[in-house]
């Protein structure tokens, strides 16, 4: 009798364990915290040759990017541009 009612609790205990450890988390969409806009980079220079560019429009979006890059470690190099306009989606 003691041998059946040790091996019922033990399952039970067994159950009740994998029970609760199958229960769903609580998600939570984090909220980003507003911040106002207090800086608008137009340019980021390295060097005369070597920038980022950014053009906005009215509503402070970014509606042109250009990245140059010219400069290399060993010296003046063939370099690189890419100018990119933007759409704004909405």
């Given amino acids: 009798m003691t041998l059946k009612f040790t091996a019922v609790l033990c399952l ?12 769903k ?7 980003p915290i ?3 806009a207090e800086i608008m980079v ?20 970014v509606t042109r990017y250009v990245s140059q890059w ?4 060993e010296g003046a ?5 890419a100018t990119m306009p933007m759409k704004i989606a909405g």
Avoid at 25 to 31: C, T
């Fill in 42 to 61: 137009k340019k980021l220079q390295a060097s005369e040759n070597d920038f980022l560019s950014f053009t906005y429009n009215d509503n402070n979006h």
């Fill in 77 to 81: 190099s063939p370099g690189r541009k």
């Fill in 12 to 23: 039970l205990s067994i159950l009740m364990v994998f029970g609760n450890s199958c229960q």
């Fill in 70 to 73: 010219k400069s290399s470690v």
């Fill in 34 to 36: 507003p911040v106002p």
């Fill in 25 to 31: 988390p609580i998600e939570v969409e984090p909220k």
